[in-house]
Structure formats: C-alpha cells, structure tokens
C-alpha cells in the first residue's frame, strides 16, 4: 500500500525537470536576461561542442565569411565529430560555419581557427576575450571545439554564462540563420554536402530557433537552445542532462505558459521628468520583460540621470533601473539626442520672412 502511495504522489505532483537529470540548468529571459528558475547555475562544468556558439559568433564577427578557403594539412589533426573535408578542397567560410554548428564537426572548427585567426591559439585568445565582454566570468576556453585534451582538460563555463552568450549570439543576424537551419546542402570543388541539424528540437518543438548540442564522455550530455512563442523568447541551457532534449521541451511548456510579456517602458513614449538637456532623451529599444501575473505590480523604476550640461548628439545621460520586488533586474542606458531638440529651437527661433522664404523655396 505504501509502495502504491509513493508511486500515486510521483504521478500527481510535478517534480521539477533538474531534480530528475539535470547536474545544473538554467531558464533565460531572452529580451531582459532575467533568469526565471534555474538550479547550480553558476557551477562550472564542461560544455563540450556547446563550445562551437562561441567558435561561430568570433568567426562571424572577425573574417568576410563569403571568402573561399582551401582546407589545409591542419584539418587532418581533427577527431570526433567531424563533416569530412578534405586537405585542398575549396569551399567558403560560411559553409565551414554551417557544418560547425548543423553537424558539429571538429575538422571545421580547426579550419575556422586558421582561416580566422592564423592558429588555434590565436583564436581562443579572441573566445576568451569575448567572453569577458559578455560577462561570461565563469568562463575559460581551451579550444574552440569542446573536445577535452589528453589530460582530461576541456572547456569549461557555467549554465548561467552560456545564456548569456546565446542571449548575445542571438543579436546576430547571420548567426541566427545559420542555428535555426534544420537543413543545409553546399557544393565544394570536390563533393556536395547535405548536412542535417543535430538539435532534435527544431523538429521535435515547433517553438524552436536554434540551439547547439554538446557530448563527450566527460562532460555528458550538454545543451543550449532558444524558442519563442506568443513573442516570448526563453533560453534553456542544460550541462550533465542524459533527458535534456525532453527536459527543455517540458521547460518551456512550463514557463511559457506561467509567464506573460510585459512592455515596461516604450521607446516611442519615452521621458523623464524634471531632467533640463540640450535636447531630448531617449532609449533605442522598447523595455519588455516576462513576468508571472503576481510580478506585474511589483515593477518599479529608478532614474539615474547624469547632470545637466552640453553633451554630444546621442551621448549616453543616464540610465532606467528596472526593479522587481526592490531587486534590480535590468538597467537601461538613457541617451540625448541633441540634433532634434537644435532644429526644432532653429526653426522656432525664425521671423516671420525666414519662414516665408523657406516656404516659397518648398513650394517651388
């Protein structure tokens, strides 16, 4: 009877997903970087092949990925997973990128190092330094594919820190084709490739817009992924997880029906009060974050203007606090734009002939 009870109150009662698989997880707001749950999330662990976000985001940012490129004698170093290429074929960077991430080749990622940077070394240097750009404190690179080295070494980052750079990696245009591609045919100078996405999810989860796999033996299961729906846009990122294509579906599910989008400030409607500039001030991007429905009320924000004097046209003056319950949460950067605020004053300032002759001119 005890034995039937257990098994009734499993049924029953939702177990959260990380206590069943995950060593540590994390549930991303896309557009604020407000983490919704998550448990160990700042534990560093291996990443493995969810490595190749970084590796494809430095290639993107630093080479003309439309350049072609002939494979070298370097690529014949690669093992694991790989796209097969080949010493002297000839094919663009950009198809390079496509197998790096669809098919998680190895033997890309040693070429995307050379082509980019001139080495491996090199390379990682510019990953490292992007990493501390994001935030991504927790962070160290090793490699550019997630492979371990023979001494059991490898790259290694946090749940948290990879959010992060996907939430970055996302802002990009030709890296968010490339992670949402199911599918990708090329032909090089000696074959055609067919390469098909290895994130199950973009076919499994209809809400999917990319992601990046990662496995070996010692870090397990790792996995990164994005989906939106209902303009809601989450990030999931799962290390140590032999579930975690079933888990990130059920975590989604779950936050996004418990969260709703909330617009906190409006960049078209935005102002400040009692702030005296040279023109007026102004955020480039609308405010949204994901709250449930007993956060809403709990909004408040603190503005932290910079005092008044001349500044440049589009200089930054201040900054929105955005706070959840007293804890800030995101914070916004405030800017002037003086140009707008010049003209208006120049064409009050006018008399009445000034403006008779700039009508005439119109008109004519």
């Known amino acids: 009877m005890k034995k039937i009870i257990i098994l009734f109150l499993l049924i029953v009662i939702p177990v959260k997903v990380c206590a069943l698989s995950a060593s540590s997880y994390v549930v991303m707001d896309y557009d604020s970087k407000r983490i919704l749950e998550g448990s160990n999330i700042n534990e560093k662990k291996l990443i493995a092949s969810t490595t190749k976000i970084m590796s494809a985001i430095i290639a993107i940012e630093n080479a003309d990925i439309n350049q072609e490129i002939e494979i070298s004698k ?12 080949e010493v002297g074929e000839k094919l663009k960077l950009i198809d390079l990128i496509y197998g790096l991430m669809l098919r998680s080749g190895n033997d890309a990622a040693i070429e995307i190092a050379r082509v980019v940077s001139g080495s491996m070394d090199e390379f990682v240097k510019k990953m490292n330094e992007k990493a501390k750009e994001i935030g991504m404190n927790n962070t160290l690179f090793i490699n550019n594919h997630g492979l371990e080295d023979s001494d059991g070494n490898g790259n290694t980052s946090t749940a948290y820190d990879m959010a992060l750079l996907m939430q970055y990696a996302m802002h990009n ?7 949402k591609s199911k599918r990708y045919v090329v032909k090089s100078s000696y074959k055609t490739y067919d390469w098909y996405n290895k994130n199950r999810l973009l076919e499994e989860y209809k809400y999917t817009i990319g992601g990046k796999t990662g496995y070996t033996k010692k870090a397990k299961r790792t996995l990164v992924t994005i989906a ?10 799962t290390l140590n997880d032999p579930n975690d294509f079933n888990n990130h579906k059920a975590l989604y599910e779950e936050n996004f029906k418990k969260y709703n989008l909330v617009t906190i400030l409006n960049k078209n409607l ?3 009060n009692d702030v005296t500039y040279n023109g007026k001030v102004y955020i480039k991007d609308d405010v949204k974050i994901l709250l449930n429905n007993n956060e809403e009320d709990k909004i408040s924000i603190d503005y932290e203007m910079y005092p008044s004097g001349n500044y440049n046209n589009d200089s930054q003056v201040g900054s929105a606090k955005i706070k959840l319950d007293n804890e800030v949460i995101e914070t916004i950067p405030i ?13 009050n300032n006018k008399n009445w002939l000034q403006k008779l002759i700039d009508f005439l001119i119109f008109w004519r």
């Open 228 to 237: 939106s729906k209902d303009d809601k846009t989450i990030i999931i990122v």
């Open 173 to 179: 245009d030709i890296f968010k084709e490339v992670t």
């Open 335 to 347: 800017y002037l734009k003086v140009n707008d605020y010049k003209e208006d004053n120049n064409n």
């Open 74 to 85: 370097d690529v014949l170093k690669a093992y694991g997973s790989a796209i097969y290429i």
């Open 270 to 272: 935005f102002s400040v």
